[in-house]
């Protein structure tokens, strides 16, 4: 869900990234990989025992892998899987304070017990890290991590260009690893198309629930994801209803996402976090149910096509209209724009 962020004129960057001779990929890939180990080393007391990961997990992760490496290629990039970490949620609450002792000592931020690091993709290292067993319900805790695994993997999937940090030269070149291309690109300090990036992903999150089929039908590589459906049955229903229930009792607003709950356990195990709506409400706008304009959408975040897309954007919403979208700076920006459109409608009508 959420994107994991280094302040870089912060004093905790591993003073290593800085620096990193451009075009010398076994500097940058050693530099990243160690990233990752010590990442992992830090974690290494919460990371999940192989049982508890659910084997409907595992086999979604595997064919998320398959279609990211079938969708590089169809777009003449290179595929480079994302090691991905499972976290054991109750040991992350129990050993919170060690843990982000350790990763603030080795300059690697800190880890949200609850809020937006539910799943994180690292850019920097090519690493997912996922939470499980955030519910007592096997069905409902195995929809929630599947749901989660494929947010991050269709991040770690895509080309991720209209990203950038505050140092565009680190940034450069790490992407430029990653991918084999240039991909930062910024503007006075707002990194480009975070809105669109998010929000496109936001929507195969529905799409993943079953939502928007016409969507799924034009995308050859969604259409071999199955929905979340098919993989666990039963489990969204599950899921919605839990909320439900949470929701009437007061423990969740209806304005949040739960993130775990745990009746049984003597510590706190109920968390909550930001919908995601604000995200995937101002794409959908967009798209208008327009299958092609999602291709649009879709072509720009995983083959860094931009042109058939701003086109789009600016035939039906007016000139000027995809420079404002792609400088949204983050969610709460979205509703002057969310509103233009509603006022267009009007207009046409
Ligand atoms: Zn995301």
């Not at 994991?4 to 004093?11: A, M, R, V, W, Y």
């Not at 919460?46 to 990961?53: F, G, Q, R, T």
């Not at 990194?191 to 929000?199: H, I």
């Not at 929507?203 to 089929?213: M, N, R």
Request: hydrophobic residues 35%.
């Amino acid at each position: 869900m959420s994107e994991q962020t280094i302040d870089f004129k912060s004093k905790s960057l591993p003073q290593e990234l800085i620096g990193i001779p451009e075009e010398d990929s076994n500097v940058v890939s050693n530099l990243l990989e160690s990233y990752k180990e010590k990442y992992r080393a830090c974690i290494e007391p919460i990371l999940a025992k192989p049982e508890s990961v659910d084997a409907r997990v595992r086999t979604l992760e595997t064919r998320l892998h398959e279609v990211n490496r079938k969708r590089a290629e169809h777009y003449g990039r290179k595929y480079n899987p994302s090691e991905i970490l499972y976290v054991d949620r109750i040991q992350a609450v129990l050993q919170s304070d060690s843990i982000n002792q350790s990763l603030q000592e080795n300059g690697l931020g800190s880890f949200g017990r609850f809020d937006a690091n539910a799943a994180t993709h690292f850019e920097i290292g090519n690493f997912i890290v996922v939470f499980v067993n955030n519910f007592e319900d096997r069905d409902i805790d195995a929809y929630d991590t599947a749901k989660k695994l494929r947010h991050e993997m269709s991040h770690a999937g895509s080309v991720r260009k209209m990203r950038g940090y505050q140092v565009d030269d680190v940034r450069t070149s790490l992407e430029r690893y990653r991918v084999g291309a240039q991909l930062s690109s910024m503007k006075k300090g707002v990194t480009l198309g975070l809105v669109v990036d998010e929000g496109h992903h936001a929507i195969e999150d529905l799409i993943f629930d079953g939502q928007h089929p016409e969507y799924r039908q034009v995308d050859p590589f969604l259409k071999e994801i199955p929905t979340s459906d098919e993989i666990i049955p039963n489990g969204r229903q599950k899921y919605n209803a839990l909320r439900e229930k949470l929701v009437a009792d007061g423990v969740v607003k209806a304005t949040e996402m739960m993130m775990c709950y745990w009746k049984s356990e003597k510590i706190d195990m109920s968390g909550t976090a930001g919908l995601y709506s604000d995200y995937s409400g101002l794409m959908e706008q967009i798209y208008a149910g327009d299958p092609d304009f999602f291709l649009a959408g879709s072509e720009l975040v995983y083959a860094d096509k931009m042109l058939a897309f701003a086109k789009k954007v600016e035939q039906t919403y007016g000139k000027g209209y995809f420079n404002k979208l792609m400088s949204l700076q983050d969610r709460d920006d979205t509703k002057p724009l969310s509103e233009e459109i509603g006022k267009n409608a009007q207009t046409r009508a």
